[in-house]
T-cell receptor, first 115, second 112 residues
Framework: GAGVSQSPRYKVAKRGQDVALRCDPI?????LFWYQQALGQGPEFLTY????????KSGLPSDRFFAERPEGSVSTLKIQRTQQEDSAVYLC?????????????FGDGTRLSIL | KNEVEQSPQNLTAQEGEFITINCSYS?????LHWLQQHPGGGIVSLFM???GKKKHGRLIATINIQEKHSSLHITASHPRDSAVYIC??????????????FGKGTHLIIQP
């Protein structure tokens, strides 16, 4: 497909488990963004990459959250020792370059529920 | 960090009505994004605009950079326009190569 792909679409985990969420950006897109969207709220920035470099992780809520993009394409967001407040939709977006004023293309998100 | 405010939070209107959603932000930017989100989570980019006005079908977006304000209008609204509309501005101002700050969204329902 030509769009941003995220998997899994839905994830249910027990509190304390580790989860890994995957994002496949549009091929060739340099920038990749992760956002967290709580129910009824707008998305909140988590982190972003240019190629394999993580340039900003200031939005990650705790050290239980870790993101990587080792080859500058696919990215994984990992949450360790999940807690109920981690329940949210996690959105990934990519843009063509690292330049300003670029549209971001969003995936459908992963809906994470922590029981 | 930019602060983005949207109004109204919820809007219910009859089919055919003219719809306006407003967005204001606190830090100067060079482009603002309007996005549409349907139930189930998928987000679609509607507009990215730097000045003046853009039109796509029945959707019109305007921005006043000096006043840090933008509006999204829908003409001849239709039930299929029902969705959440979100505006987003570069978090640190400027062109936003490093991430966006989003409004909380406007939940629009168009009744037949």
């Amino acid at each position: 497909g030509a769009g941003v792909s995220q998997s899994p679409r839905y994830k249910v985990a027990k509190r304390g488990q580790d989860v890994a969420l995957r994002c496949d950006p549009i091929s060739g897109h340099v920038s990749l963004f992760w956002y967290q969207q709580a129910l009824g709220q707008g998305p909140e920035f988590l982190t972003y990459f240019q190629n394999e470099a993580q340039l900003d992780k200031s939005g990650l809520p705790s050290d239980r959250f870790f993101a990587e993009r080792p080859e500058g394409s696919v990215s994984t967001l990992k949450i360790q020792r999940t807690q109920q407040e981690d329940s949210a939709v996690y959105l990934c977006a990519s843009s063509r370059s690292g330049l300003p004023n670029q549209p971001q293309h969003f995936g459908d998100g992963t809906r994470l529920s922590i029981l | 960090k930019n602060e983005v405010e949207q109004s109204p939070q919820n809007l219910t209107a009859q089919e055919g009505e003219f719809i306006t959603i407003n967005c204001s932000y606190s830090v100067g930017i060079s482009a603002l994004h309007w996005l549409q989100q349907h139930p189930g989570g998928g987000i679609v980019s509607l507009f990215m605009l730097s000045s003046g006005k853009k039109k796509h079908g029945r959707l019109i977006a305007t921005i006043n950079i000096q006043e840090k304000h933008s509006s999204l209008h829908i003409t001849a609204s239709h039930p299929r326009d029902s969705a959440v509309y979100i505006c987003a501005a570069p978090s640190r101002g400027g062109g936003g190569a490093d991430g966006l700050t989003f409004g909380k969204g406007t939940h629009l329902i168009i009744q037949p």
